[in-house]
């Protein structure tokens, strides 16, 4: 998708990224953009609230460049449903466009010496609403619910498109680490 709003968003963030090369600093100019992107919401398309059934949720690309930086999109989650705690290994920012997205934070207890295992505990929870942010840095390991009863939507960046990353996704209760499984993906309609 390559067009109005979202293009006008893409060129935004690209001129910060190019300019940026520190995650932080990334991140810190990102988060006035992304705020501003939930503030005007004709963007948003009944598609983006499409989700798979057994995934129990939705991605929908709005961008991604030819060299896998810069990825944008829309995903929903339905109700009831989420993510196990992963990390994406790069920078990475959600903003609330509609409903409730819960992010979970988890630090790391281990020195990750040992393969397959990960102690992890749960460090904080921020619940994502219409206009608000949550950020992650490359080993920044998080998960993500919806509790309501309702399909809830969110608009994330990432730096570098996170399927092409070594990632990991972790189970806290059986201390195990394993690659992040791929996620089932669409991409916009122009």
Known sequence: ???GLI?????????????????AEVLERVTP??????????????EFYE???DQGFGITILNEEDDHSLLVEAI??????????HDHQTWGIVV??????INVDWDRMDDGGKPGFADLQQARETNVEHG??????????????NDAETTSLSLHVYGVTPST?????????????KPCPQRKRTVAAE
Do not use: Y
């Not at 953009?33 to 009944?46: E, H, I, L, N, Q």
């Not at 929903?76 to 705690?85: D, F, I, M, R, Y």
């Not at 990353?165 to 680490?177: A, V, Y």
């Open 7 to 23: 293009a006008e968003f893409v060129s935004e963030l690209k001129s910060i990224t190019v300019m940026e090369i520190d995650p």
């Open 1 to 3: 998708m390559s067009s």
């Open 165 to 177: 990353l070594p990632r990991s996704e972790f189970d806290p209760i059986n201390k195990t680490q």
């Open 33 to 46: 953009v992304m705020k501003k992107m939930a503030k005007d919401t004709s963007w948003v398309r009944p």
């Open 132 to 145: 608000g942010t949550v950020s992650f840095m490359p080993d920044d390991i998080h998960s993500v619910c």
């Open 76 to 85: 929903c989650w339905l109700p009831g449903k989420g993510v196990a705690p």
């Open 96 to 101: 609330g466009n509609d409903g409730v997205e």
């Open 51 to 53: 989700a798979d059934e």
